[in-house]
């Protein structure tokens, strides 16, 4: 129970660390049976992965979002992790050469789509 | 032209020092009406995305390598960018923590392709 | 010319059964070009497949929610087949573990968007 | 009844102009419980969907080889329509060039990926 | 120098032709970090690509509509392509029938969404 | 500690009784700075998602190879799932009828993968 306990508490630690109130309001509303779905979040995502050592946090969310965007249909959880990305000190240029980075391999129109979610983050916190 | 010369000069000096022989063979493997297409990898991937500012190497192919497993149906691109990956001295450790920071977001099977091709890769550079 | 009207009749009929208004709608906003996509969705998806046997209603319904998380870009469809599975009997615990279920294979991020559309859904029918 | 041996009826006549032995061969391999996919193949996709007015054949197999070469995880039939396409007329430049066209929409793996399988098919054919 | 401007000016020329105000605006929305986006867009994608010869105009539109339905998650791209389409003188009828094409090979969902971005468009230009 | 023991001992307990020699082999492949993976999937998928209650194992499977079927690239997962599929008792009916049930939602292509990997399974089991 104690390791239970561990994982648990590190992956909130490490949750509120990146991705802060957005992270917060993503559990927030998973309630009644998507509950579970938070906890695995906070104790695998968070506790298990974004824990581990080899990678930094700047390194881990530049895999999130070029993740993210490759995958498409994600517009929520970038508009988290562009959030967690500028936490954890990418600049925002950055994230904008990430997601160019991502041309060759995945064309056009998901970069459009990360890059307008981002220049929303960019809106809000300046 | 100048300009012209200059985008294939440096986007075929980028390729050859990321991905050495394995990407001078997917070159050499498009000929005919597909020729094209080697002359766009080499402009516009590498001549006008790779040689920019803003991220190093280490970067770029870290951001290119997860692209290449979340897309999934990539193991010969996997192939020849983790070993890109190394040749610009990403760790091996660092190319399997990558994957691994993948799992939240895309889930384990292409998780599991991509660890596959690296595992390839790393016995055959040893 | 019989048969063809079978496959149309009991297509919708499978459809209002499964998907009700829902289903009704989409139907309707489907007109000149594109009529004969209603057709198809009719005859083929529920004249054709649905009504197959080896499978019941509820199985078809939890392959369908899974098949259309995991493909992504799918939120109006979702909303349809969660309404659609509902109605064939399965709780809505069922729908959410449904969804859980399915975070091994493709991550949290496709899961997540389908939960919401699904309470989004239980809200508008309880 | 009438009619739906005319799709059946219909669409292997298309199936056999447009795919010729390597659509024969994919029907043959569907046996046992798999036997309907096959019907629903010649039916539906050919009977229904390739005999419709408003596009001929040339645009049709277009369309089919890029839908393909974007859902990715398609060498099997990618190798069975760019043969279709050949076979209806498109030349084996057009074939590339349609691939060369999704470049700036999907990136360069998939393309490459698709001139590979197209390289395979036109070898076997000269 | 000359021939890269060659390429922005081709490009841009091409853009306009094609997609009109529709994507101009695209452009004009990449400010900042993300301004060379547009610049690729336009050398790349129009300058390069959409200029080559063996396929018109007509044919492109076709496949570019094709690769925004399959990939998902393109709505505003398939927005400003569907009017690229019309532009080059595609017909509302040839829009609908190329989407109708992919059932088959994408299934009902993606198509749908792809029809309700094209009535749209129908509606905003009639 | 113990729990973690407790979650480590059930997942590997599920994984045995699911995919059998198929699962654990899987899990021997995985060595060096990947064994983590193997890890991961033991404790997080088997020993948290797949002992969950409200769906029993048939049911679980066969959300698992939907899942498997629609996302695509994953034949080496898909081998191992419907191995477990008929593990737990689902027949060889209902996992092609599965797949049949996919067609309207995801297209033949993939389909017609994931048979061709079932009948694989299907040959090697008889």
Sequence with gaps: MEKEN???KNGLNALQNIDGTAGQNVMDSLT???????????????GDIYTR????LKQREMITITALLVQGD????????????????????EVIETFIQCIPYIGFPKVLN????????????N
């Design 114 to 125: 990360a890059v307008s979610v981002a220049h929303e983050v960019f809106k809000t916190r």
């Design 32 to 46: 009644g049976d998507s509950k579970d779905i938070a906890k695995y979040i906070v104790e695998f995502a968070f």
């Design 6 to 8: 561990t994982r648990f």
């Design 74 to 93: 994600t517009a929520p959880q970038l508009n988290v992790h562009i959030n967690g990305a500028l936490n954890v000190s990418l600049s925002e240029t």
């Design 53 to 56: 050592n080899s990678l930094n």
